[in-house]
């Protein structure tokens, strides 16, 4: 990382000795070669809990304590946002895809695409100007009205005031992201329609119903699984510019401050476990696959 942590935790203007520098590197091992120093920070990473510094801006906390502290905020509002999104946006390709041509059809691709090349931080902003400043329905910034802790759990009015801080932010990457979902799953159940082992089922006489979503629907989920696989993933990371627009304390808005700060320990940790969830849902995804196709084995 650029620049020497010692810069962030030695005031110039407090601390001016060399021996007091020279404490602070033995203190964070700065002093060893760099195979050394790169060692040091594998051993801390494989320990539980896994030790990736302290926060430069949460100063003296560490940073996976930091990070567990806004991560519960971005599973809700992204999980919960991208469940929503694959389910609306699996039934509307499905519909859509069995009516190739038509003016559902049409209407719904030319929606679609409008909402694909729509920016998300954009509609954040509208959403909140409409629903937040004039009329004001929803919150316009914040995951709560009041903090929570072990001493101050969730209470049944603490979920509803959670979920209506939440609305808003939702609905801006449920309405962004369905267009995806949608047209891929259409594309793919028009071309799985036109497949002999379609015209074969309608020749032994089942219905449509069966031939559309047993069948049809159920080869067409092979590239949705990928998807959600993939957004699943970037679960951890958030939404950067969404969190940003409504001030939600999530991984994405954590993500935000800690680059206007420079806390480098901060970004090292957060870029790690995206990483890693990313690699795990990939994984999970191909594993999926064998739900939905027999003939892929484990």
């Known amino acids: 990382m650029p620049g020497s942590p010692l810069f962030y935790f030695a005031n110039p203007h407090m601390i001016t000795s060399h021996v007091a520098m020279e404490a602070l590197k033995q203190r964070f091992g700065l002093d060893k070669p760099v195979w050394v120093q790169f060692t040091l920070y594998l051993q801390n990473l494989f320990s539980w809990p896994p030790n990736f510094g302290v926060s430069y801006l949460f100063y003296p906390t560490p940073v996976f304590t930091v990070i567990m502290q806004y991560l519960p905020w971005t599973l809700f509002l992204v999980g919960v946002s991208t469940i929503i999104t694959a389910i609306i946006g699996i039934l509307v390709g ?15 691709i ?43 759990p969730l209470g049944l009015g603490d979920l509803f005031d959670v979920m209506w801080h939440a609305f808003l932010p939702m609905m801006t990457l449920v309405i962004a992201a369905y267009a995806g979902y949608s047209l891929i799953m259409r594309n793919t159940m028009v071309n799985e329609l036109s497949q002999d082992y379609i015209l074969m089922a309608r020749a032994k006489g089942l219905s449509e119903r069966v031939i559309l979503f047993s069948h049809a629907a159920r080869n067409a989920m092979l590239p949705m699984i990928t998807l959600i696989g993939l957004n699943l993933g ?13 001030a939600y304390p999530g991984v994405g808005y954590l993500t935000y401050r800690a680059v206007l700060a420079h806390d480098f320990p901060l970004l090292q940790g957060l870029f790690f476990m995206v990483s890693l969830a990313v690699v795990a849902a990939n ?6 696959y064998a739900l939905f196709d027999p003939r892929i084995k484990y």
Do not use: C
């Not at 994984?283 to 999926?288: F, G, K, N, R, T």
């Open 94 to 108: 499905i519909v859509t895809g069995s009516r190739p041509g038509s003016k559902v059809d049409t209407t719904v």
């Open 110 to 152: 030319s929606v679609s695409m409008i909402l694909w090349t729509m920016p998300f931080f954009w509609l954040g902003i509208i959403l909140l100007w409409i629903f937040g400043l004039t009329f004001h329905l929803f919150p316009i910034a914040g995951a709560a009205s009041r903090g929570f802790s072990a001493q101050n």
């Open 234 to 246: 970037y679960v951890v990371s958030g939404a950067l510019l969404v969190e940003i627009v409504f």
């Open 283 to 288: 994984y999970l995804a191909d594993l999926a």
